[in-house]
């Protein structure tokens, strides 16, 4: 009974092309996401230059 257990792990398929594509976009995507984030609670300091009309 011991010899028919079989503790080996499963094997895993490659992934295709186009899960690594949506691997790689979702990764890009919520970076991207946490850079919109990020630039809504950290306002940046804006310069105001005086334009002189003559």
Do not use: N, R, W
């Amino acid at each position: 009974m011991a010899a028919e257990l079989d503790f080996s792990p499963p094997e895993i398929p490659e992934p295709t092309f186009m899960e690594k594509v949506l691997h790689y976009g979702l990764f890009f995507g919520a970076i991207f996401q946490l850079i919109c984030i990020l630039a809504i609670i950290l306002p940046i300091p804006k310069t105001h230059k005086m334009v002189s009309s003559f």
